[in-house]
């Protein structure tokens, strides 16, 4: 059992940045992919950004691609998500995800394949 612990969040201006980070309890924590999601008031959750974690590619929704970046922390067993020019179409609850082994590029923004997550941090960005 993996517990993912998520710090940052807030409430910002447009245009401001801010940082996400996810720490994971688990040692050794040598999982495949791990991910950011976010769910927007009275939406659903949706993908934003993936990576995995032993280095390679990183996968973007359109709507974050240039203004967010995920990475991850080995060291630290962290996942990280910086937010730059932040929209107030941003506004969402945040949460990190994990998946234990490998998968498919194509599989990367599917909910549905990640084992365990965070509790979620809320994002509001003001016009």
């Known amino acids: 059992q993996v517990h993912l612990v998520q710090s940052g969040g807030g409430s910002v201006q447009t245009g401001d940045s801010l940082s996400l980070s996810c720490a994971a309890s688990?040692?050794?924590?040598?999982?495949?992919?791990v991910a950011w999601f976010r769910q927007p008031p009275g939406e659903e959750r949706q993908f934003v950004a993936a990576?995995?974690?032993?280095?390679?590619?990183?996968r973007y929704a359109d709507s974050v691609r240039g203004r967010f970046t995920i990475s991850r922390d080995k060291s630290k067993y962290m996942i990280n998500l910086q937010m730059n020019r932040l929209k107030p179409e941003d506004t969402a609850v945040y949460y990190c995800?994990?998946?234990?082994?490998?998968?498919?590029?194509?599989?990367?923004?599917?909910?549905?394949?990640?084992?365990?997550w965070g509790q979620g941090t809320q994002v509001t960005v003001g016009s």
């Open positions: 688990e040692r050794p924590f040598s999982p495949g992919v």
């Open positions: 995800a994990v998946r234990s082994r490998d998968i498919i590029f194509g599989s990367w923004p599917d909910a549905g394949v990640y084992d365990f």
């Open positions: 990576t995995r974690w032993n280095g390679g590619s990183s």
